[in-house]
DNA sequence: TTCACTCCATCTCCAAAACATATCGAATTC
DNA sequence: GAATTCGATATGTTTTGGAGATGGAGTGAA
């Protein structure tokens, strides 16, 4: 049995007239006749009466229309589904982050616009560090992760610079002047709060060589895998950090951040996915998130009031 | 699309491998490919990424898959209903009755045998008088009924004689002796109580011909539609009746059965469905109650202990 | 009763399409 | 690097869905 004879019969069914419901059909009564056989013998029963005005469904007709007639439906139903996944509206997205992103006015925007235009996607957020989204991208554990850049990554992944933030400098209210910006040199006794160095390679590192640049090496202090330990730290003031411009919507009592003076050193947002086998879904993320980061390109300026 | 299509992916997607599903599908493995290249080229959608162990499914067609799965299932049922439904194993019986027929222990086997067999028949059982029986055969609203036969049933209906059954004597008990059996004619000055004649030609006419036959005209006492009033009546001694031998079935207080003495006249009771047009539901049950007829032939003799 | 009409079944022919066979190219494995 | 696996392509054959013409049964009107 094919759907043509599924087709036909329900035609027949609906028209009670052969002729009709191969006009309908768009084929001639001959043929329609042949099909309604041919499906009468396979299924060994007569489905209609002929009867001298038309047709009329036997019992046994009306049993078959009652399971099959929601059956083309269906089929196109099936054809949708599977149009929508290739245009990547629904199924899902493995979306891994970096913990300093999460707090990005751009990211959450980002995310909610995502969520509006497809909204029969599958959205799963992870936030882990950079080994751990390299490795989730790798292993096909997450289809795209938002992460700082390093050199290091593999070449297997794709990588989009989304934005660039200055660092600024988080330090205890108590050591802080007035002035919105300071020199980064007069921290070169206090300790260095940082997330250590495996957790997170490209804020670790920007951060020495920040200091470096600014002529001192940097006295490590204690350090905190998650960046809101951080910031309790500096709050103890156990010591200064240097972080993104974005955490400054951290409001942690006890914590100002002041810009860098001079030129600050500026850190990136990236996206990462994997150059082969990306998903349509994720196709359409990245573009989404490309689109939408030169708007927020003027808010990561330097602080500089 | 056509059904082929849908095997053919449902193949594919389980044996991943355009050979291995060739050959469960019995064909050749290009025309697989040919007929799978098809089938996405209706959809829009790559439903399998080639590689080279064989093929997987793209998301696209992992959601085609989703909604497919089940088509050949439902189809497969579909012919499991039309058949069931052409064997006569569903769909609905609406049986009309006699009233004197449901206290017949024939008739209330036969039902449940009818049950038994064909359990996924919704059966409809309606009580009603010879002329209702008729009128509802006739017009479609019934497919079989269980009444009296009358010579002036229509001829477009098929009749079978069940069983025949003597009719007794209902009398009051007061008015009884303590035989089993009377002669009628002991009660010619009785008034005979009877249902009117156009709810039951029949058994009115057979009582009436049995009082002329014992060589009296019989007193018309009061009369009532239904057989239980007519015993309320013998009860309240208003009269005796003259019932089939099966109404002994009820147990009315004040109102004995006698045996009519001599050759008792015979009432019988048949089966009547449309010759054209009977649906094969209404042939099985036909058949079944024609089975069942002699079983309870020798049920139905006269009273004589 | 007859004639016209409706409607489905049957027959023949043709073109489209499903399938088979042979072959190729890409990727993998030993 | 040869053998193997696996899907795609090319070409020929067979099947079959559909068109067109015709037939036969039943219905309704003149």
């Known amino acids: 049995m094919e759907l043509r004879h599924i087709r036909y019969f329900l ?22 006749s042949q099909q309604i056989k041919d499906l009468e013998n396979e299924v060994g029963v007569k489905l209609f009466h002929r009867i ?18 929601g059956v083309p439906d269906l089929v196109q139903d099936a054809v949708q589904s599977a149009q929508r996944a290739g245009r990547g509206e629904t199924g899902t997205l493995n979306l891994g982050m970096t913990g300093t992103a999460a707090l990005q006015p751009y990211f959450t925007d980002a995310i909610r616009r995502f969520r509006r235009s497809f909204p029969d996607v599958e959205l799963t957020l992870e936030e882990a560090n950079s080994v751990g989204l390299i490795n989730g991208l790798m292993d096909g554990r997450l289809d795209v992760a938002i992460l700082r850049p390093n050199a290091t990554d593999p070449e297997e992944l794709q990588k989009y610079q989304l934005l ?39 804020l670790h590192d920007e951060a020495l060589r920040a200091c470096r640049d600014a002529g001192f090496e940097p006295v490590i202090g204690q350090s905190a895998p998650q960046i809101a330990s951080i910031m309790s730290m500096v709050a103890a003031e156990l010591g200064f950090s240097l972080v993104p411009a ?36 994720t196709l359409n993320f990245v573009q989404l998130l490309r689109q939408l980061a030169p708007t927020y390109a003027s808010q990561v300026e330097p602080l500089e009031k």
């Open 11 to 32: 035609a027949v069914a609906e028209e009670l007239n052969f002729t009709r419901a191969a006009a309908r059909m768009g084929i001639g009564q001959p043929p329609l």
């Open 164 to 202: 660039e933030e200055p660092l600024v400098i988080a330090l205890p209210e108590a050591w802080a002047s007035s002035d919105s910006s300071m020199a980064l040199v007069t921290l070169r006794d206090a300790p260095l709060v940082l997330t250590p160095r495996k957790v997170g390679i490209t």
């Open 246 to 281: 974005s955490m400054q919507q951290l409001q942690v009592q006890g914590v100002v951040f002041r810009a860098i003076s001079g030129e600050a050193p500026l850190i990136g947002l990236t996206l990462a996915h994997r150059r082969i086998g990306a998903s349509r879904i």
């Open 52 to 69: 001298p005005q038309g047709a009329e469904l036997t019992e046994a007709g009306q049993a078959f229309l009652e399971k099959v007639k």
